[in-house]
């Protein structure tokens, strides 16, 4: 009866990698079908049955898509937009976390409370707001119109408030003693020990700045402009799609995100597991 219990437990966790196994696959799936159709002709990309595998690998739509669209000037505005972001939140999320994580001023849990609640509320639904805001400023077609809205997020103010959390006071208390300010505090004892939640929320900004399509298609008219995906984008028209300069394109825009999750992904993994609901 032992042997046959250890049997059925061994089948039933075979059963549960296999299904992991399947789940991460078809995770893959739509990857590697870009990836795929980037090397394949125009016209094969449209045969039936379609195929998985190019019949000749056409290494050249790489190259050819990054001419036929300035995705030099693209690259570059993408990389100040994200930039801008990262540099902006690590510094405006970071002084609003530590407020509310340690110190004492009236109504502060209220108010963190209605920050958290803004969290409900559809992206989509503020954005004629931020428009009429940004063009109010003059500021259409410029970079400030890209990455002003990003400066800050309230997921990234709770993500390091609850890392502050777990950080110990004693390590304040005995600064104070020896005459620090809050300041000297911030600078020199709370930022260098929240490096994984800091690292953690430089990537989601980067990957949320350099992924983002709607705004930057919003507030810029001009080629000289726009970001990488909206140069993505414009590989389709009204008429037809050019499916393997697109998925070429596609690749070569998601290199750097996966980059630089690969570098940042210890402190990426830390920061997601120390990160409690402390508080």
């Not at 032992?2 to 739509?30: E, Q, T």
């Not at 980037?38 to 898509?65: G, T």
């Not at 999320?93 to 409370?113: G, H, N, T, V």
């Not at 350099?210 to 028209?237: C, H, Q, Y």
Request: glycine share 4%; with cysteine; proline share 5%.
């Amino acid at each position: 009866m032992k042997a046959h219990g250890d049997n059925v437990k061994r089948f039933g966790r075979l059963f549960v990698y296999l299904g992991l196994i399947a789940l991460a696959l078809s995770m893959l799936i739509p990857f590697l079908w870009m990836l795929s159709t980037s090397l394949m002709d125009e016209l094969e990309v449209y045969q039936f049955p379609p195929r998985f595998i190019p019949s000749v690998f056409k290494w050249s739509n790489f190259v050819e898509a990054m001419s036929l669209q300035p995705f030099g000037r693209f690259f570059l505005n993408t990389m100040i937009v994200a930039a801008m972001s990262v540099l902006g939140q690590l510094t405006f999320c970071s002084m609003a976390a530590y407020a509310f994580a340690r110190l004492q001023f009236k109504w502060r849990d209220k108010i963190f409370a209605l920050y958290l609640a803004t969290m409900m509320i559809p992206a989509i639904v503020t954005i004629i707001p931020a428009f009429l805001i940004v063009n109010a400023f003059g500021w259409i077609n410029t970079y400030w119109a890209l990455f002003t809205p990003t400066l800050s997020s309230v997921w990234g103010i709770f993500l390091l408030r609850q890392f502050f959390l777990t950080i110990p006071r004693d390590l304040e208390d005995a600064a104070r003693v020896d005459g620090a300010t809050e300041l000297t505090i911030f600078w020199k004892i709370i930022l260098p020990l929240a490096k994984p939640a800091l690292a953690t929320l430089a990537i989601f900004a980067f990957m949320t700045s350099w992924k983002d399509f709607l705004w930057p298609l919003i507030v810029t008219n001009r080629v000289d402009m726009r970001t990488v995906e909206v140069g993505i984008a414009n590989f389709s028209n009204l008429y037809t799609t050019d499916w393997p300069h697109q998925m070429a394109a596609a690749v070569v825009v998601m290199l750097p995100i996966v980059t630089a999750f690969l570098l940042a992904q210890k402190y990426f993994v830390k920061g997601i597991t120390m990160t409690g609901l402390k508080g």
